[in-house]
């Protein structure tokens, strides 16, 4: 596993071993973005182990966590204002998490986590994509990180299943394509300022009708199922750029993961899973001897990692039974890798983020989506291995919001 200046100082939990650290063609330690060392800040630097990043040591840093966004780019933009991680001008996006903020968010020094579903049921998910790449650029500097988790609505489209594509995100993608070309090519200029222009190059274009994408209008919509598909088929633009991030991730005594982590994924081994999807994706396929098959423990099936339910669904709808033994596996599961308490999306909360299992898992996504339940932002946040719920205050002011202590 590539690791930079990394010390835990404990030895590594089962289920984080290590694999053979990647090389460049010249024989030298090829490290993606992610796998570097931060800015010094608060209790030390931030260290990144694992490509694409599986352990992260982030000493005095305040953890924000916020759940699916799904394409609501407004709605995410919120969520990150409520945490305190950003700041919209008229020219751009500024990460503020490593800046003075006013309370509560007094610890200057921050680590986000989106846990996955940036894809689906929205229109702007590039825009989105962008503007969390965009902040992990500047929050590198200024003694923070931004991280982001696979969901499967990520692993949905990398197979090519559109199901659940908003008509407008087929647009997205063709003026995403064209605004490529208008930089010549250039991948992380087009990328990082994507979310700059997003807005208003949708005004430029104007957006198509819902009703020109009936089943009946999709050959007169080629172009946008073309581009959606160059981009996130697999060793597509995109598929490559969600390829950089993890299905799982450690941060300090959390573990954050879209579905759930299990016992089973454990023991097949974190890093294995995180490399083995990241492979998938980057890959297109036509290399007969790389190991390309889906990753079918993190990304297929009712309890892979991507998918599992097992923490997250509502208790009103399971027996006694099966509470007791979602506890028992959470607390086993935590146990095995040395954690404290896991961080999980995928199942909308109607009560809004809340803790379970004891208060071993809390469960961040709220459908904040216009596509999904179009509810109120909620963040959850860490410090000192403290979790506590921030939302807006009735008065739906973000200066003044409700912070709710569970524990």
């Known amino acids: 596993m590539a690791v930079v200046s990394l010390r835990l100082g404990v030895p590594r939990p089962a289920g984080f071993a290590a694999p053979p650290c990647p090389r460049n063609r010249g024989g030298g330690l090829a490290f993606s973005s992610s ?19 599986t352990v992260v040591s982030a000493p005095g840093r305040r953890i924000v966590a916020i759940g699916d966004v799904h394409g609501d780019l407004y709605q995410t933009r919120a969520a990150l204002q409520m945490a305190g991680v950003l700041r919209v001008e008229a020219d751009g996006h500024v990460w503020t998490g490593g800046r003075t903020v006013p309370p509560p968010h007094a610890q200057t020094h921050h680590v986000l986590v989106q846990v996955g579903d940036v894809l689906d049921r929205g229109e702007d998910e590039i825009a989105i994509l962008s503007l969390l790449s965009s902040l992990n650029m500047q929050a590198k500097s200024h003694g923070g ?68 994408w009936r089943p009946w209008n999709f050959v007169k919509n080629q172009k946008g199922f073309a581009a959606r598909t160059s981009l996130f088929k697999r060793g597509g633009l995109l598929a490559c750029e969600l390829a950089r991030h993890p299905v799982v991730l450690k941060v300090n005594d ?3 993961c879209h579905g759930g982590l299990l016992p089973h994924h454990v023991e097949y081994g974190i890093e294995r899973m995180n490399k083995e999807v990241s492979m998938w994706m980057k890959c297109s396929g036509v290399d007969s001897d790389a190991e390309t098959d889906i990753p079918f423990i993190a990304t297929t099936g009712y309890d892979s990692v991507v998918w599992s339910r097992l923490y997250s669904q509502d208790r009103a709808e399971r027996t006694e039974r ?76 973000y200066d003044e919001m409700e912070v709710l202590d569970y524990l």
Not at 37 to 42: D, L, N, S, W
Not at 334 to 362: E, F, R, S, Y
Not at 368 to 377: A, C, E, R
């Open 322 to 397: 099966s509470v007791m033994i979602s506890n028992i596996v959470a607390e086993q599961t935590l146990k095995t890798v040395g954690a404290k308490g896991m961080v999980v999306g995928h199942t909308p909360q109607i009560c809004g983020v809340n803790c379970k299992c004891d208060g071993k898992v809390w469960c961040v996504d709220v459908g904040m989506s216009y596509g999904v339940l179009h509810s109120k932002p909620e963040v959850l946040e860490i410090v000192n291995d403290r979790p506590r719920v921030l939302k807006k205050t009735r008065n739906d002011s």
């Open 254 to 256: 959390w573990v954050f």
């Open 145 to 212: 990180a931004v991280f982001q988790i696979i969901g499967n609505h990520e692993t949905m489209n990398v197979e090519g299943d559109f199901r659940f594509v908003d008509p407008g995100a087929f647009d997205e993608c063709i003026r995403f394509l064209d605004y490529l070309d208008e930089c010549n090519g250039d991948w992380n200029d087009a990328f990082l300022n994507w979310v700059n222009v997003a807005e208003r190059r949708k005004k430029q274009y104007g957006a198509s009708p819902n009703d020109d």
């Open 35 to 53: 796998s570097c060392c931060c800015a010094v800040a608060g209790g030390g630097p931030i260290t990144v182990a694992g490509n694409p990043p």
